[in-house]
């Protein structure tokens, strides 16, 4: 049984890349799961000057103590003009600076899902260049274009090619931790 971290880089309530976690996750039967909503991690804008004068905030330090001590992470990455959304290069830049090493060694499923046709691919290839430099090791990928046309609350992924897809990247990265 491994101990699996899994989030949304979105801190919105309605966020489409947190349905697809959650979905994720109940697909990891038998797993230990740490399901974190970071739409109630609502961290300041880094800068250097707020660092030096107020430290690192108690759940920043808990979060990446979360992300060492997980097997697995299980990561939907959201995309704002192409790019991650300024909350999650956020959280980045504060993880970062508390430990440069906050996500070296860590075995990671990466995701995207957007409204649009491309499923966040921009912000999802550039979390992975991201992540990979910080040493993090990227077991799998998947991206789910046109969320609101291909995902069910219920059901879940509702195009089958896509399923097959989303189902064979979690084997893949369960079968490497």
């Known amino acids: 049984m491994a101990t699996i971290l899994a989030f ?13 976690v959650r979905f994720t996750t109940a697909q990891l039967e038998g797993h230990r799961v740490q399901l974190l909503n970071l739409a109630n991690f609502p961290f300041p804008m880094y800068s250097e000057d707020y660092e030096k004068e107020h ?14 001590s997980a097997d697995g992470i299980v990561i939907s990455v959201n995309e704002h003009n192409g790019n991650p959304s300024a909350y999650f290069k956020n959280l980045i830049d504060w993880l970062s600076r508390l430990d440069r090493d906050f996500i070296r060694d860590s075995k990671v499923l990466l995701m995207s899902t957007s409204p649009g046709k491309r499923g966040g691919i921009g912000a999802h290839e550039l979390v992975d260049k991201t992540l990979s430099r910080f040493g993090a090791e990227i077991l799998s990928t998947f991206t789910l274009p046109s969320f609101y046309d291909n995902f069910d ?25």
Request: avoid cysteine; aromatic fraction near 6%.
């Open 8 to 20: 949304a880089g979105s801190n919105s309530s309605t966020s489409v890349n947190f349905k697809l």
């Open 55 to 68: 430290g690192f905030l108690n759940s920043l330090i808990e979060l990446k103590n979360d992300i060492q």
């Open 153 to 177: 609350t219920e059901k879940g992924i509702t195009d089958d090619e896509l399923s097959k897809q989303h189902q064979s990247a979690i084997a893949t990265f369960l079968s490497n931790i």
